[in-house]
């Protein structure tokens, strides 16, 4: 009887006893080793084709199969050489199952289970298998398997390693990787190696074929130093890859077990904590190993956690990382448009959609692997999650720069000289960042007191910018560094400014009231006051001269109404602005469109008028005329309702222009950062209507209930502006304007370049 595959699975089915009318075991007895080797070959490539083809789940014939494997006393006298292939075939669908939960579901390969037991401990107990070892010997042998012809090189390697001492190491792609001893390596630096195998019916694809035999040609460099970060080959044939085995987790089983230590995420997903300790660790040493791949005249074009083992570097607390599987992973352009998961996502657009290399692919990979080992989760869409946004703004834009689908737009606003060595750039741009992100502080775990002085009206922002502007300015070496570092002076000023006035007014109305109730603590400074001024007599100089005559102090119960609104508003002001506005900025770069740069400075304009008119509006009311404070308290609100929607105007129109432009940094969708703002203004509204009528009843003396309506504005103001819209609102405005922001410096450089668009097949694939 010809061998098939569906003879094998038939005779399977009579071995587990799932089928009566199956052939007799010992009839595989008569297969030659290239038997196998078709029958192999011809394992469906996913499971549903499997169970169509066959009418068994792949799941099903896996765990029947084990369970018969697992007690070698059920084997009906079938020879140790047959014994030792169905033991290889149960391999090989293991194997295509952690393949497809990989690659179709995201699964770490460490977390994939098939009968009822880890993958791995499957894998590990056949390879162990002396018979399994004979019989992968036999289908892997180079001069036997029936492909290319094996150069004397790549023999003489084969020949040398002790195919007994294999051991299961892990699971990729489409491979599986064991470990294994020779005596005397005649390419290799250790005496150990890793023997990458691939999947057989993976060797159907003749690109993947083609690549395997070719890596030591195109990846293997034996002339490659000790410094290079590329692990060293030994020999390469159609089915298998020979190497040094680097001891070590991988990068993605090194985050795993750094994120299984982690504190449980916070329940906002926003306020999720961007790891800088991972990021100056990890990201540094992925950035050194990069810059010194570069130096060698090569790239990776498949940069996955998967691919890069992560070693001690002998000095504590360093890590040095190592790469291998260079070169495109060819099963990434059979992967669905738009739904890469696992190790597709790092797999640069352009790679995915042609199946080749590219010059720029390796900065893609940097940027999603970046975000990883930020312990951030990925977007779906590919754009940079709203996490980075809020904790650094330089960091989003390296990450959106790196990250951009359309490979000429990479490196658009970063200062990198074309030149030079890109990933030395990158680096030190990288490392400036996460410094300055070292510097914020918020990023950290909060303690409870941490968390009290998070209610504080101006949360640290103004010392904070001061850490941050001094750590930026020793980092200026060029233009667009000075101009980063202008840009955060005039933020700080406006800052510092708005945390002054609003301070000293909350000042004053706190000493107003206390002058209300007769305290006398503030009276000393009065007396000085006024022996500096050379005045006599009651009052305080100036403050109380410009006091109308029928505003009178102390008047405890008359003067309340204004206490309660001028001190409430102060607070929120404050809050309002360290909190939301103050690290917001709309002109990152000015729009060249007459109508794009209104909208920016206008919004600039609005945001700052927000660290000086709420000054006014609470010191006018508090030392002038207590009766003013209805019409302050509405001009107010209208001037924060005209701030917003400036603020509003100019991020739609940014992302409207964005998207079609063909910027991936912006979400096609809804953004919902974006829409929290937005969702400011009908309360706006409808917290106007009141405040228009029964300020308007107040003013004309219709109404006389002065004290219940201060109270509505001050529970308004308390409950409601400061609790949530300056504080749980605050980091989705500012990731919702920041991106905006880094959409427009973006757009401004496309134009000067004469960008218009993406390339026709960049738009119709992001």
Not at 11 to 16: A, N, P, Q, R, Y
Not at 198 to 216: E, S
Not at 262 to 278: G, H, M, S
């Amino acid at each position: 009887m010809r061998a098939t595959l569906e003879h094998l699975t038939l005779v399977v089915g009579g071995l587990t006893g799932r089928r009566a009318d199956a052939p007799l075991p010992a009839t595989l007895d008569a297969w030659r080793t290239s038997d196998w080797r078709a029958v192999l070959l011809d394992v469906p490539l996913d499971e549903r084709a499997y169970e169509d083809r066959f009418q068994v789940a792949r799941r099903r014939e896996i765990e029947d199969l084990w369970h018969w494997w697992s007690d070698h006393g059920d084997a009906p006298g079938l020879e140790p050489r047959t014994m030792g292939c169905l033991g290889f075939y149960l391999l090989t669908l293991v194997a295509m199952h952690c393949s497809d939960r990989m690659r179709f579901h995201g699964d770490a390969p460490w977390d994939v289970t098939v009968a009822d037991e880890p993958a791995d401990a499957l894998s590990s107990a056949l390879v162990a298998d002396p018979d399994v070892q004979r019989a992968l010997a036999a289908l892997h042998d180079p001069n036997t398997s029936g492909g290319a012809v094996a150069d004397p090189g790549t023999t003489a390697e084969w020949a040398a390693l002790d195919l007994t001492s294999l051991e299961f190491y892990r699971h990729g792609t489409t491979s599986i990787i064991l470990t294994g001893r020779v005596t005397t390596p005649s390419r290799g630096r250790t005496a150990t190696f890793a023997l990458k195998c691939l999947i057989h019916p993976y060797l159907t694809i003749p690109t993947i074929v083609t690549a395997t035999r070719g890596y030591l040609a195109e990846h293997g460099r034996l002339d490659a130093t000790e410094s290079s970060p590329a692990v060293p080959v030994w020999a390469s044939h159609d089915s298998w890859i020979l190497m040094d085995l680097i001891r070590g987790r991988t990068l993605g089983e090194h985050l795993a077990h750094r994120a299984a230590a982690r504190p449980p995420a916070p329940a906002r997903e926003i306020l999720r904590p961007v790891d800088t300790d991972a990021l100056r660790e990890l990201g540094g040493a992925l950035l050194s190993a990069l810059a010194e791949l570069e130096r060698e005249g090569r790239r990776h074009d498949d940069l996955t956690p998967s691919n890069i083992i992560v070693a001690a570097d002998g000095e504590q607390g360093r890590f040095r990382l190592r790469f291998v599987d260079l070169g495109v992973n060819h099963l990434h352009t059979r992967s669905i448009t738009g739904q890469a998961l696992g190790d597709g996502a790092y797999a640069a657009p352009e790679v995915r959609r042609a199946g080749s290399g590219h010059p720029e692919a390796d900065l893609y990979s940097l940027g999603v692997l970046l975000v990883t080992i930020a312990g951030i989760p990925h977007n779906a869409d590919g754009t940079v999650p709203d996490q980075f946004y809020v904790a650094s703004v330089g960091l989003a834009r390296l990450l959106e720069d790196l990250t951009d689908a359309d490979p000429r737009r990479r490196l658009l606003v970063t200062p990198i000289d074309p030149a030079g060595a890109r990933f030395e750039q990158v680096g030190r741009v990288f490392r400036d960042e996460v410094a300055i992100l070292e510097q914020d502080g918020r990023e950290r775990p909060r303690s409870r007191l941490d968390r009290l002085r998070d209610l504080s009206p101006g949360a640290g922002t103004v010392a904070r910018q001061r850490r941050m502007l001094q750590v930026r300015s020793a980092q200026v070496r060029d233009s667009t560094g000075a101009a980063h570092l202008s840009r955060a002076r005039r933020l700080r000023r406006w800052a510092w400014l708005c945390a002054v006035l609003l301070w000293s007014a909350t000042a004053l109305v706190v000493t107003w009231w206390s002058r209300d109730l007769g305290l006398s603590w503030q009276a000393k400074w009065f007396e000085m006051a006024d022996e500096v001024l050379g005045r006599s007599g009651t009052g305080l100089a100036f403050l109380d001269d410009v006091r109308a005559d029928d505003y009178p102090i102390p008047d405890p119960w008359g003067n309340l109404p204004v206490r309660l609104v001028t001190l409430t508003f102060a607070l929120v002001s404050a809050r309002l602005y360290l909190n939301v506005f103050a690290e917001l900025s709309t002109v990152w770069a000015v729009p060249r469109g007459r109508s794009a740069r209104l909208r920016a400075v206008a919004a600039e304009a609005g945001l700052r008028s927000l660290a000086v008119l709420p000054a006014v509006y609470v010191t006018l009311p508090t030392l002038v005329q207590r009766d003013w404070w209805p019409l302050g308290t509405l001009v107010g609100h209208v001037t924060f309702a005209v701030v917003v929607q400036a603020c509003l105007w100019f991020a739609w129109d940014t992302n409207a222009r964005a998207r079609a432009a063909g910027l991936s940094s912006v979400p096609r969708g809804e953004i919902a950062t974006l829409g929290r703002l937005a969702a400011w203004q009908p309360t706006v509204a409808v917290y106007l209507v009141p405040i228009i009528g029964i300020g308007t009843l107040l003013s004309l003396g219709l109404v006389q209930d002065e004290l219940v309506y201060a109270c509505f504005v001050s529970l308004i103001n308390l409950g409601i502006f400061y609790p949530k819209s300056a504080g749980t609102d605050a980091p989705y405005i500012r990731a919702g304007m920041n991106r905006a922001a880094l959409a427009a410096e973006r757009l401004e450089r496309l134009e000067r370049l004469g960008q218009k668009g993406p390339a026709p097949e960049i738009r119709r694939y992001v």
